[in-house]
């Protein structure tokens, strides 16, 4: 039988007195892609955070295997083997592309050297003495992702990685990502581009009003126009 790598039961997350989640269930599995749906203040973002630990007030079940995250602080939920790269991508502008992978690298070993980011991500290896701040997005956003392979964690988190890329770097995303599962990486995408994630994932979450309203494969929601005009607007 399949089993999750990541299980989130019933998880309800506040700001102040604003009840943002309200009761969100979902599972990655172990090798697989979920993706989290929704338009602008759905809550995706925050279900990101709330995993991560990132949201104080918060209650309900996140899990890790076998091990509970939920009332564990950030750095010790990245430490179980959670890579988290935020919306903002957060490169340090005035550190090098090599001194970006250097800062964020784990001091245990693990899969992923200084040496193999180069192999995976060419262009990166070209940029290595560039500063963040003159990178292009897409080298901005696969700086990011070097940088959380590089935490050697199991599960990598991705907030809108393709947001204000170009249709070539998005494909190119896509393949990279594509080899990460192969690699037996397992992935939870937050995303707005309906075609990338539903031709990344079959384990779609369509979040509305902060709760999961749908949930499926890629194919079935493709047909659901009732879900995609009201939850998506696609
Ligand atoms: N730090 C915060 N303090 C108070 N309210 C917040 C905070 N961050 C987000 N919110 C509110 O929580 C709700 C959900 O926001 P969230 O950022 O999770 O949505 P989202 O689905 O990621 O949206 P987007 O597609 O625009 O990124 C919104 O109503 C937002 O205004
Ligand atoms: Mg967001």
């Known amino acids: 039988m399949k089993e999750p790598l990541l299980f989130v039961k019933d998880l309800h997350a506040w700001y102040g007195d604003s009840h943002i989640l309200q009761g969100v269930s979902l599972s990655v599995w172990k090798g697989g892609a979920s993706v989290i749906l929704g338009r602008n203040g759905a809550g995706k973002t925050t279900a990101l955070k709330t995993i991560m630990g990132l949201v ?5 079940l996140v899990r890790l295997e076998t091990l509970r995250l939920d009332e564990l ?8 083997g959670v890579a988290y790269v935020p919306e903002t991508r957060g490169v340090f502008p005035s550190l090098t592309v090599q001194e970006n992978l250097t800062v964020s690298a784990r001091t245990t070993q693990g899969d992923w ?40 964690g199991r599960l990598l988190m991705l907030d809108e990685p393709t947001e204000g890329l170009a249709p ?10 594509r080899d990460l ?31 999961v309203q749908w949930s499926g494969s890629a194919s079935d929601l493709i047909e659901n126009g009732d879900v995609t005009r009201t939850w998506l607007g696609v």
Do not use: C
């Not at 104080?56 to 309900?60: A, E, L, P």
């Not at 602080?73 to 179980?80: G, H, L, S, T």
């Open 73 to 80: 602080p950030a750095y010790r939920v990245a430490r179980a």
């Open 113 to 152: 050297s200084m040496e193999r980011v180069f192999d995976t991500f060419p262009r990166l290896a070209e940029r290595r003495g560039h500063k963040g701040k003159w990178l292009s997005g897409g080298e901005q956003q696969m700086l990011a992702i070097a940088r959380a392979l590089m935490t050697n």
């Open 56 to 60: 104080q007030r918060h209650s309900g």
């Open 168 to 177: 070539n770097i998005v494909e190119e995303l896509n393949n990279l990502l």
């Open 181 to 211: 599962l192969d690699d037996g990486l397992s992935l939870l995408l937050v995303e707005q581009n309906f075609e990338f994630a539903t031709n990344l994932s079959n384990e779609i979450y369509v979040l509305g009003k902060g709760r």
